[in-house]
């Protein structure tokens, strides 16, 4: 197993530019990614977010999920959603001990550093707001009682863009608690190819080692916040944000979490280009996985949201000097 010495000597960029590196690359070793969807997934970890993708089943997921999780020699969980899940087979329960003579918490699923809730969209209203708890504030309720997640605490949900039968639309709120959306759409074909050589002998993950540990992630996110962002940009990123409230399509701009959404991830995407300051590139690259998720458009579709933003970025201008 990977030993990291990140708590014996105070983490640089340097250093972090390693451990990234290194990440991303035995991550690819079992998963074939899109190296900028990869970029976006890693963003939303060092940014200590959650990330909804949507897709349709069988584009590797869960492969990647776990490939990230078992790099990093973290806990991974998964919970299918379907409409008859209740909240408690997500949270955990008490559950009486008469030998103890009192309630013992069993934790549920969500009580791991990964998880990954297929088909968020499967499960009623109440069990999604079951999570909301757990992605806001890094804790779960039950019974009165207060239970922290183990950190780092990385919530991926998935839901199916095409089936709409049985299923319940996740609210602004729940939406609101993601840092990044994704559509990753088939890979192409050489990646295609390679997934079949990859999986020809064997399971990918069976020999892929972790090469970090859940405390190197978390001096990650530590080094993320240090990231200058200079007032310009700070002016930059409300400007694109409030323009989404303007735009003639729009029914629902996005909010003031959503530009700190934005700053966020443009300072974990600056560490990712190896640099300790925010640039407008930064910003651009992460602006549509932000924002698609938090626009309500007069019609709803996606491809809609992504031309908004689209047209918004070129609008604004960019701060020079």
């Known amino acids: 197993m990977y030993s990291s010495n990140v708590a014996d000597q105070p983490l640089t960029v ?7 590196d290194r990440l991303q690359e035995n991550v690819q070793r079992a998963a074939v990614v899109e190296a900028g969807v990869l970029r976006l997934i890693l963003t939303t970890i060092l940014a200590r977010g959650h990330l909804l993708l949507e897709d349709v089943p069988g584009i590797g997921k869960t492969l990647t999920a776990k490939a990230l999780a078992q790099s990093l020699h973290a806990s991974f969980k998964r919970i299918q959603c379907t409409p008859d899940l209740l909240p408690s087979d997500i949270t955990g329960t008490s559950i009486y001990n008469q030998r103890e003579q009192r ?6 699923p969500l009580f791991a550093q990964f998880v990954l809730v297929d088909e968020i969209n499967r499960a009623t209203p109440r069990t999604q707001s079951s999570l909301l708890e757990a992605m806001a504030e890094r804790q779960v309720t039950v019974d009165g009682q207060t ?11 998935t839901q199916n863009p095409v089936e709409s039968a049985g299923t319940f639309p996740l609210p602004e709120a729940q939406l609101d ?10 890979p192409p074909f050489e990646d295609e190819v390679s997934i079949l050589e990859r999986e020809e002998h064997g399971d990918p993950l069976a020999t ?25 940009l700070k002016e930059y990123i409300v400007r694109v944000v409030t323009a989404t ?3 003639p399509d729009v029914l629902l701009g996005v909010s003031p ?43 709803e579709s996606r491809e809609i949201a992504v031309q ?9 201008p960019v701060p020079v000097g």
């Open 147 to 157: 239970h922290r997640m183990e950190e780092p605490f990385f919530l991926i949900a």
């Open 177 to 186: 608690r993601f840092l990044i959306s994704l559509s990753l759409g088939y």
């Open 103 to 108: 309630f013992v918490f069993v934790p549920g």
């Open 245 to 247: 409230r303007d735009h």
């Open 257 to 299: 979490r959503g530009g700190v959404a934005l700053q966020r991830a443009a300072q974990a995407m600056a560490l990712l280009n190896h640099r300790d300051f925010v640039t407008p590139d930064d910003i651009k690259a992460v602006a549509r996985g932000v924002l698609v998720h938090r626009l309500m458009t007069h019609e």
């Open 208 to 232: 892929l080692a972790a090469v970090l540990t859940p405390e190197d992630v978390l001096a990650l996110q530590a080094l993320v916040k240090a990231v200058g962002v200079v007032r310009p």
């Open 14 to 20: 340097q250093k972090a530019i390693d451990l990234i």
């Open 308 to 316: 908004v933003i689209d047209t918004v970025l070129k609008s604004t």
